[in-house]
């Protein structure tokens, strides 16, 4: 009977360790194993430097999608971002993208303010007011190099 209780005991630890390692492992991966509904959009900027696919969008601080894509549209010498936004979360027309820096070294992310029109943008529809990125190195040797 005790060896019966020993073997069970084990058998559950067993399997609560192997659900614990598939949970990490599934979160540290970014798997998703029930995806989201999500619509696509794009944006236009004139520097993304240091944005990369996979990056978070945030509105208000609140993670609502990702960037699937970056090109360079060549007619106009822009990047051409695309983004996945989660369904629940809609965009009006005049809505403004940045590319923002998480913290002084941080990792790059775009982030959304929503505008005021009564119209919202649908799947494949383009953010038309964007903020590039600004660069930490240009702004350092502007202010060294205009001092003297």
Known sequence: MNRLNV?????V????????FAYISIKLGD??????????LQARFGSISGL?????IEIAGVKVGK???IALDGSRYEALVKLSLNS????QQDSIASVRTAGVIGDKF??????????YLRAGDSIRDTESSISLEELISKYIFEKE
């Not at 630890?13 to 614990?20: E, N, P, V, Y």
């Not at 775009?110 to 119209?119: D, F, K, L, T, Y």
């Open 88 to 91: 629940r979360y809609k965009l």
């Open 52 to 56: 990369k696919k996979g990056a978070d």
């Open 31 to 40: 798997v998703k194993l029930f995806e989201e509904d999500t619509y696509a």
């Open 13 to 20: 630890f067993m399997i609560a360790g192997f659900l614990c």
């Open 110 to 119: 775009i982030s959304i303010a929503p505008g005021g029109s009564e119209e």
């Open 7 to 11: 073997e069970l005991a084990v058998g």
């Open 67 to 69: 960037v699937t894509d």
